[in-house]
């Protein structure tokens, strides 16, 4: 049962173990990504509220999978933020912790229909973020690349930096888009694909999607 919460989003858990995880009663929406790289502000606009999704000026701050009950023009789903990685000052062992958490939900997570892979439009994609996208097309897991804080990038470059790291990750340009927090562009879209692969999960898989 939901913890705190109100309106469309409800705060569920934290997660630090596969027998934390809560009942598989909906399909979910994973969201991964390099610490810092804005997946928190994502979420948060997202759902249209503050302060849901932990923002923190620490990267590597969030150490469990976080869930969090979404409703949205009558699309029931559960949201799973997952531990950034990448972040250098956080010790070694807390790292492979982090690895083992975020892949074995990955791998085992039977209503997960979605994986949104943020990725600063600003920064070219490192080792981690290659290794993901290898890793969701390996276990033919749905994925999406989202490129934040493009409203950092002038209007006349941003398509240019989209093309360059899709080519650089091998991800059609298709299976991408451009995100902003402050300025709300591509959250119609982003809800639009959230719903496209929901539904199409439900579909494959006998359960409500929608």
Request: charged share 30%.
């Amino acid at each position: 049962m939901a913890k705190k919460g109100s309106g469309n989003v409800r705060f569920v858990l934290s997660a630090f173990k596969e027998e934390h995880w809560p009942d598989p009663d909906r399909v979910e929406i994973a969201f991964v990504g390099r610490s810092n790289v804005g997946k928190s502000s994502c979420l948060n606009t997202l759902v249209g509220q503050k302060g849901v999704a932990r923002v923190s000026k620490t990267p590597g701050r969030t150490q469990a999978i976080n869930f969090f009950d979404v409703r949205h023009d009558n699309l029931d789903l559960r949201f799973a933020d997952l531990p950034g990685y990448g972040f250098a000052k956080v010790p070694l062992k807390v790292k492979k912790t982090w690895e083992r958490m975020i892949g074995d939900y990955l791998a085992r997570r039977d209503q997960l229909a979605l994986v949104v892979v943020l990725v600063d439009i600003r920064r070219d994609p490192t080792d981690l973020d290659a290794q993901m996208v290898r890793w969701l097309d390996e276990t033919d897991r749905r994925g999406l690349l989202v490129l934040t804080k493009s409203d950092k990038v002038a209007k006349n470059k941003r398509l240019q930096r989209q093309s360059l790291i899709c080519r650089g990750l091998g991800v059609p340009r298709e299976a991408s888009q451009l995100f902003s927090s402050l300025d709300r562009s591509g959250r119609g879209e982003l809800w639009s694909r959230i719903r496209e692969a929901a539904q199409d999960h439900g579909r494959e898989h006998g359960t409500d999607g929608a």
